[in-house]
């Protein structure tokens, strides 16, 4: 109370995690943010404050469609794909995860991956399996040009990393970003020349209505192969169905493409009866490029509630129509 006058305690918190430890998250959320109500609203039942801000990563549909509706949703993640496809009501405010410790993961298996394919690790790896003393052949990285397609927060912190190691990086996305420090184009137009021009090709697209897909055999099939790097490789980071799985797996197949590192899937997790799993040129990893850390987040998406309750512009707003 102050002034005579009551003091309409801050929203709640609601977290609804799939597959990620929500107790974990909220234990943070309370340390942080002692003066707020952190609660679990994981399921369609479970009951819900009249004013509260809802966090999630693969919420189930009805969470987001119940009443009273949150005042502000917080993707956990970079990504927004896993609430935009359930059509949240319109009008609420969508926020999403932009942080260096999540985008500095992702630089961590960006170029991991480009490095691992550059030096052929897996032909290293089947090598030692036989006890046999012999090296690959390989070009320098500065021989071999890494295509991003994306140039957002993931990408260009990408590209920041492999120029560090000495590879050639192009960019490719949606719509000019001026003063980027590596060649980029845009648009469907400008796909033919840089995948023309890419020996790796690494994806960080969102999925949306535009990328779903995007990654089939014609894309595939446009990847330089005459260069010092020899056919192609893949590595795709950013989600699952912007690539067509089928289309892969027949370029992986048939040397379309030398390798694969593949972080996301149509169907997660990874089905057992997925053929990725036995391919010897493909590295599958459980769509952990860039996991969320309690620890290191809570304090952006504090920041961001903050921003959203002061009226002050959201920091990392998402654009409904345009799909991320
Ligand atoms: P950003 O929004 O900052 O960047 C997205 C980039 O994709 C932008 O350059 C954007 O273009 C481009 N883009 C979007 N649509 C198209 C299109 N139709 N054609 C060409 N380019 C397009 O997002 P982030 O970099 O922060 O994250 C990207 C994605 O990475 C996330 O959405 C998520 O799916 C994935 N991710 C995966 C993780 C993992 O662990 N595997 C972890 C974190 C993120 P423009 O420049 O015009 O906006
Ligand atoms: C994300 C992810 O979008 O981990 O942050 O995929």
Redesign the pocket.
Known sequence: MSGGGSMKAAPAIALSLTGWDAAVWAERLRQAAPGRDIIVAAGPDDPLPQRYHLLCWKPPREVLHRSPKPMLILSA???V?HILKHEPPAGIPITRI?DPD?TGR?VEYVVLHCLYHLRRMNEAAANQAQKCWTAPVFPPARSVTVGL???????QASARGLMAVGFNVIG????P?AGLPFPSSYGAEALGAFLAATDILVS?????P??RGLIDATVIGKLRRDGPFGPPVLIN???GDTADEADVLQALSDGTLRAASL??FATEPLPASSPFWALPNVVVTP?????SDPEALTAAILDEIARFESGAPLLNPVYVARG?
């Open positions: 993640g970079a990504g794909d932009v999540l992702m397609m994306g140039v957002g927060e993931m990408g490719w996305g949606r719509s970003r960080t697209l969102p999925s949306t535009q990328t980071a950013g989600r972080d996301v769509h952990n490029a860039a996991d991320y």
